[in-house]
């Protein structure tokens, strides 16, 4: 999810990041926040708007999601990719991190 990396966004901005309206965004943050996954509170620069962030239980909920994804993957390229299959993998990870500007998680 987006809010645990860029922190609490007002449901026009995630609107706007996910490229979706701000009316199917406002239904999606109004299910998360029923669960409660999301909260809301006032902007402190806008006392017009609001923000939504993740809650302590929203947090748990996406980390054990990366982390059953992690596993499947790790498991899938072990399994599936022979080594010099996993060799040429490895070795586009400079390119992936280079175009990404990101670090990839476990490589």
């Known amino acids: 999810m987006h809010l645990d990396r860029t922190g609490p966004l007002s449901v026009a901005e995630l609107a706007k990041v ?5 009316q199917s965004m406002r239904q999606v943050i109004g299910s998360l926040e029923a669960d409660g996954l999301v909260s809301r509170e006032a902007d402190p620069s806008d006392g017009r708007s609001q923000l939504v962030m993740l809650t302590a239980s929203g947090k748990s ?45 476990g490589m």
Not at 61 to 77: G, H, N, P
Not at 84 to 90: A, M, Q
Not at 93 to 104: A, M, N, T
């Open 61 to 105: 909920v996406l980390k054990s999601a990366r982390d059953a994804r992690s596993q499947w993957l790790a498991e899938t390229l072990n399994t599936q990719l022979a080594k010099n299959e996993l060799d040429i993998l490895r070795a586009t990870i400079p390119v992936l991190r280079k175009i990404s500007g990101k670090k990839i998680a």
């Open 18 to 22: 996910r490229g979706v309206k701000h």
